[in-house]
């Protein structure tokens, strides 16, 4: 994977004042690396550093750099916010004092960025006060946790209370989820989605007769881990003008919902309205249902023609959408929690309602996934 070639260490031998140092960039297996270099001298001409290049960094080129205080070189110094005491299994729990030292600052910056050029993220961690002892003593930690994963992504069970998988991960990368059973469910969904949704919005599927004879709108009623994600990637993705408009009740304020009802006006007719739930029980999500059908009968609507539910098949909800003779059904998992249901039907049908490419958001989770799945946290130690 090129994410592992991108987790990178560089050195930086200690100088004296005036003196050239280069900053070397390697790999896990020792050798050079242009990804590293290309990131940090991209970060430099974006103007992050005021230094001529990456590779030659003096001692007075640095001291551009505004700081205060006493210098030192000692790498145990707490760069910036202290790590909790309880957090820390490092063995001193005295408080250090704050790095200073421009040199210091830079290799601790040039060690510990972290970056992924595919993706396009840059993770800085190098101001967080830690210490090598501290990195040391968390390294079985990290382990467990790299182990621990692998278990999760597997199958194990990991919500004993439950007793259900964790597996949102498979939602991006079907292959690799346990059974063959489970990989056709999500395939199937996602197909069904998209052309749901496509149908939607190319007026395949239409409201009842209405002046403009398609949806215009999309009404979301859901809270939490059922509407968070959702309104999430409807601020970060969503088109300036997209085919539908989405909006949310995600709570029970009956003064919002009434707000958001008012706002739809004569659009009511043509609106498509999604309730989400994972357990098809939540009383919010319910109160905001019954007061949409409200509406929809107070403007002699029929709100079965235009409600779609997302929700565990069997719920409350489910059985409802089942007896009313809803629009459309979809299925939300039990493997999946309702925080991390953003790649299944409760984030992909609203997204690719807004004409947002579903495909893309899938393929770029799988990557950062399998970022994750790099267990080399760091070279430098
Ligand atoms: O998706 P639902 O089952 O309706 O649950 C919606 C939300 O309900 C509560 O707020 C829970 O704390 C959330 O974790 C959950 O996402």
Same mark, same amino acid.
């Given at each position: #994977?090129?994410?592992?070639?991108?987790?990178?260490?560089?050195?930086?031998?200690?100088?004296?004042?005036?003196?050239?140092?280069?900053? #070397?960039?390697?790999?896990?297996?020792?050798?050079?690396?242009?990804?590293?270099?290309? /990131?940090?001298?991209?970060?430099?001409?974006?103007?992050?550093?005021?230094?001529?290049?990456?590779?030659?960094?003096? *001692?007075?080129? %640095?001291?551009?750099?505004?700081?205060?205080?006493?210098?030192?070189?000692?790498?145990?110094?707490?760069?910036?916010?202290?790590?909790?005491?309880?957090?820390?299994?490092?063995?001193?729990?005295?408080?250090?004092?704050?790095?200073?030292?421009?040199?210091?600052?830079?290799? *601790?910056?040039?060690?510990?960025?972290?970056?992924?050029?595919?993706?396009?993220?840059?993770?800085?961690?190098? $101001?967080? /006060?830690?210490?090598?002892?501290?990195?040391?003593?968390? =390294?079985?930690?990290?382990?467990?946790?790299?182990?621990?994963?692998?278990?999760?992504?597997?199958?194990? &069970?990991?919500?004993?209370?439950?007793? *259900?998988?964790?597996?949102?991960?498979?939602?991006?990368?079907?292959?690799?989820?346990?059974?063959?059973?489970?990989?056709?469910?999500?395939?199937?969904?996602?197909?069904?989605?998209?052309?749901?949704?496509?149908?939607?919005?190319?007026?395949?599927?239409?409201?009842?007769?209405?002046?403009?004879?398609?949806?215009?709108?999309?009404?979301?009623?859901?809270?939490?881990?059922?509407? =968070?994600?959702?309104?999430?990637?409807?601020?970060?993705?969503?088109?300036?003008?997209?085919?539908?408009?989405? $909006?949310?009740?995600?709570?029970?304020?009956?003064?919002?919902?009434?707000?958001?009802?008012?706002?739809?006006?004569?659009?009511?007719?043509?609106?498509?309205?999604?309730?989400?739930?994972?357990? /098809?029980?939540?009383?919010?999500?319910?109160?905001?249902?019954?007061?949409?059908?409200?509406?929809?009968?107070?403007?002699?609507?029929?709100?079965?023609?235009?409600?779609?539910?997302?929700?565990?098949?069997?719920?409350?909800?489910?059985?409802?959408?089942?007896?009313?003779?809803?629009?459309? $059904?979809?299925? #939300?998992?039990?493997?999946?929690?309702?925080?991390?249901?953003? %790649?299944?039907?409760?984030?992909?049908?609203?997204?690719?309602?807004?004409?947002?490419? &579903?495909?893309? %958001? =899938?393929? /770029?989770?799988?990557? %950062?996934?399998?970022?994750?799945?790099?267990?080399?946290?760091?070279?430098?130690?």
């Amino acid at each position: #994977m090129a994410s592992l070639s991108l987790r990178l260490a560089a050195t930086m031998p200690s100088v004296g004042p005036g003196k050239t140092m280069s900053v #070397m960039s390697t790999t896990e297996s020792g050798g050079c690396s242009g990804g590293r270099e290309a /990131g940090v001298r991209h970060l430099v001409q974006n103007g992050h550093f005021s230094v001529p290049a990456a590779v030659q960094v003096t *001692r007075s080129a %640095m001291s551009s750099i505004p700081v205060s205080g006493s210098s030192s070189t000692s790498p145990l110094r707490a760069v910036s916010s202290k790590i909790s005491a309880e957090m820390s299994t490092a063995p001193s729990t005295e408080e250090p004092e704050l790095e200073t030292d421009p040199i210091v600052l830079w290799n *601790r910056y040039v060690n510990w960025l972290y970056q992924d050029k595919d993706l396009g993220l840059y993770l800085d961690v190098s $101001r967080i /006060g830690f210490s090598d002892e501290f990195y040391e003593a968390m =390294l079985p930690r990290f382990e467990d946790a790299f182990k621990h994963m692998k278990e999760l992504e597997g199958g194990s &069970i990991a919500n004993p209370d439950e007793g *259900r998988m964790v597996g949102h991960y498979w939602l991006r990368k079907p292959e690799i989820a346990p059974t063959p059973y489970l990989q056709k469910l999500i395939l199937d969904t996602f197909d069904r989605v998209q052309k749901f949704a496509d149908d939607v919005i190319s007026a395949k599927i239409k409201p009842p007769p209405t002046p403009v004879g398609r949806f215009t709108q999309v009404l979301s009623v859901g809270i939490g881990g059922s509407a =968070l994600g959702p309104q999430f990637v409807a601020e970060a993705l969503a088109p300036d003008n997209p085919p539908l408009k989405l $909006r949310f009740i995600d709570n029970t304020d009956p003064a919002g919902i009434d707000h958001q009802i008012a706002q739809l006006g004569p659009e009511l007719s043509s609106t498509l309205v999604l309730v989400i739930s994972k357990s /098809g029980g939540t009383p919010e999500t319910r109160n905001g249902l019954l007061e949409v059908q409200k509406a929809f009968r107070d403007a002699g609507l029929d709100f079965s023609k235009q409600g779609v539910a997302i929700t565990q098949e069997g719920s409350l909800l489910d059985n409802t959408a089942k007896i009313e003779g809803w629009l459309a $059904r979809f299925p #939300m998992f039990d493997w999946v929690g309702g925080r991390t249901s953003e %790649m299944s039907a409760v984030g992909l049908l609203p997204a690719a309602l807004q004409g947002i490419d &579903i495909r893309g %958001m =899938l393929d /770029g989770a799988a990557i %950062m996934d399998e970022s994750t799945r790099n267990t080399t946290v760091s070279l430098i130690l």
